[in-house]
């Protein structure tokens, strides 16, 4: 299938629809004191033991017993037909959501809602051969629908009668896949890393955590949001200003038929500011910032926020007057927040298992493990353990992925050798057993996806020292510039075979760096695109600083929450090329607010 993406970072609301082989990172910037420390190295998950309950933090949900009843009942059944279901899992994620959202001084809305989706996962066949086998260019059926909403009521009886009839289409669509599968396995040819087990043996987990709940008076933040949008009408470049608070409590139970009984829960809470501007050549510019925070102590001051807001007027003030850039390859410093964009993009996706196995996907690291892949001083764990980042909460941290299986930390390269790959519960050769990453938006399969991707450097320097060494790469490469990437929208990249293996990253504010001792000067219109293995190739220093990018990856399980941590890089050789753009001029007449003639319209 044909894979695009499309990162719209700005707003960083909207569920992101992902296609195969596909990455689609929307982020939002925050800088930590200091960087994350690794947590203790998890054991593999043993295969087939009995759970050992640990003291329950929490009394079970009457969901658990609900589901576990219904699961018996289905199981009892469908073991018994041809082909035998030999894996039943269920899971219903319960979303509590509270949303404010105004515009140039406005209320757009203020609402709450709670919701419950079920999904089933349903295999027939074998761990070893089952209904979700990718053969050939044919994509695996996972079930007959990604799932159905259900009632947010404890009442067994619906929640159960929602269960039955979801397990039945799924054992029909999944019966058929296998039969196809079975047949298509005779006249198509499959690699090694296809010929692995379809589903790993994992250690039944039992687990009951607090729920997660919030009580939000929204009339506060209704005010909130008129005060933060309004301030944005201090500038006439601002054309339109849009502020959203967000809280979200989501609860996950899971019940499975290896024994696994969970109940999760996590507290979010966002600001997200947004403005667009127009230059006067058309181009459309635009900042966006954030706040993320999990307590609610942790709630920004208005203080603070209007801080924020006076430096995004700021910056899209320089932007909608800067310079544009022609196509350039050179030297460039990337900041902790771009490079831990690159660092998601470039390499993060290409470590995801699935891809290993998928004769469709590019393969890139699929038989590089123990092979030098990037420079010798970095070394990259993926740790969902991980709750914050100095001061910075990551959106990457999770108990249990979606899948049921604990979280772990994993090292993926050492002093730039590739160690493994972030893996679901679908083995690859070598790597039979899951290490805590199959994660997916609700309605979607669980693949392997990055939790908190964090990055970090032997040959760290400081920051004005990495500049000094930029103008170095400069003299010596014979430029008349390097480039500073210091903010991006987000990012994205093509992992399939139909397409090149290219990745491109979406910077907002960037500037020339000369190495003649000229200020640093302000530019706009450039996309950054490149290949994965030469451009990681390319790292010549690191700064000592980690910074945190945190945001939503869309891909083909959906959606999920990452997070990124690393320090500024220096890039010997990149590439920019011309950024996509708009022809429309801006408005001819200023904002009401601005315009002396205008009548009852204050400022």
């Known amino acids: 299938m044909t894979t695009r993406t499309f990162s719209h970072c700005a707003l960083a609301l909207a569920i992101l629809g992902g296609l195969t082989a596909v990455s689609n990172l929307a982020l939002a910037a925050q800088k930590p004191k200091s960087p994350a420390k690794p947590a203790p190295a998890a054991k593999p998950a043993a295969s087939e033991e009995k759970p050992a309950a640990p003291p329950a933090a929490a009394a079970p949900s009457p969901l658990i017993s609900a589901m576990q009843e219904e699961m018996d009942r289905n199981l009892a059944v469908l073991s018994q037909q041809k082909p035998a279901t030999y894996f039943l899992g269920y899971t219903i994620t319960e979303q509590q959501v509270a949303e404010v959202q105004g515009s140039n001084g406005a209320l757009l ?47 067994p009886l619906p929640l159960r009668r929602a269960m039955w009839l979801e397990t039945d289409r799924q054992f029909r669509t999944a019966s058929e896949a296998l039969l196809r599968i079975e047949t298509g396995k005779q006249i198509k040819v499959e690699t090694a890393e296809g010929q692995a087990p379809d589903f790993s043996r994992q250690k039944p987990q039992v687990s009951f955590s607090p729920r997660a709940q919030f009580t939000l008076n929204r009339q506060p933040w209704e005010a909130k949001v008129r005060l933060y949008t309004s301030a944005f009408r201090s500038s006439p470049t601002v054309l339109n200003s849009i502020v959203t608070m967000r809280a979200e409590a989501r609860n996950q139970y899971q019940v499975n038929s290896e024994g696994t009984r969970l109940q999760f829960g996590r507290l979010h809470y966002r600001l997200e500011l947004y403005i667009q501007s127009k230059a006067p050549d058309g181009m459309d510019i635009n900042r966006y910032s954030n706040f993320d925070w999990a307590d609610p102590a942790g709630m920004p001051s208005d203080a603070r926020v209007l801080e924020r807001v006076k430096g995004m007027v700021r910056e899209v003030e320089a932007l909608t007057a800067a310079p544009l850039v022609e196509p350039f390859a050179g030297p460039a410093l990337l900041t902790g927040r771009a490079a831990a964009v690159f660092f998601h993009e470039v390499f993060g996706h290409r470590a995801e298992g699935h891809r290993q196995k998928d004769i469709n996907e590019g393969q890139t690291f699929a038989r590089k493990v123990g092979e030098q892949i990037m420079p010798e001083f970095i070394t990259i764990v993926d740790d969902p353990t991980e709750r914050r980042a100095g001061s910075t909460d990551l959106l990457g941290n999770y108990p249990f992925d979606d899948e049921g299986v604990p979280a772990e930390r994993v090292t993926l390269v050492e002093r730039g050798v590739l160690k493994g790959f972030l893996m679901s ?18 309605g979607f399969s669980a693949v392997s996806r990055q939790g908190n991707l964090i990055i970090r450097s032997e040959r760290a320097v400081s920051n004005a020292k990495l500049r000094e060494q930029l103008k170095e790469e400069i003299r010596k490469k014979g430029k008349p510039f390097g480039l500073l990437i210091d903010d991006l929208e987000g990012g994205f990249t093509f992992t399939g075979r139909g397409l090149p293996q290219a990745f491109q990253m979406l910077p907002l504010v960037v500037y020339r760096v000369y190495a003649d001792g000229r200020p640093d000067e302000l530019v706009r219109g450039v996309d950054i695109a490149g290949t994965p293995l030469v451009s990681l190739t390319k790292i010549v220093a690191t700064g000592d600083t980690p910074e945190v990018f945190n945001g939503f990856c869309g891909a083909e399980s959906g959606s999920v929450p990452v997070a990124a941590v690393s320090p500024s890089i220096l890039i010997s050789e990149i590439e920019v090329q011309k950024k996509e753009t708009a022809t429309d001029k801006p408005p001819i007449l200023p904002p009401p607010h601005h315009d002396p003639a205008a009548k009852g319209v204050k400022p």
Do not use: C, I, K, M
């Not at 996962?121 to 053969?135: A, F, P």
């Not at 519960?425 to 609700?442: C, D, E, I, V």
């Open 109 to 155: 809305h203020s609402l709450e809602n709670r919701s419950r989706w079920l999904e089933v996962q349903l295999r027939v066949g074998s761990y070893e051969l089952d209904n979700t086998r990718r053969v050939g260019e044919r994509g695996p059926v996972f079930g007959a629908s990604p799932g159905t909403p259900v009632a947010v009521d404890d009442d």
């Open 425 to 442: 519960r679908s083995p690859l050769t070598g790597f039979p057993a899951s290490n805590g990453h199959g994660r997916r938006q609700p």
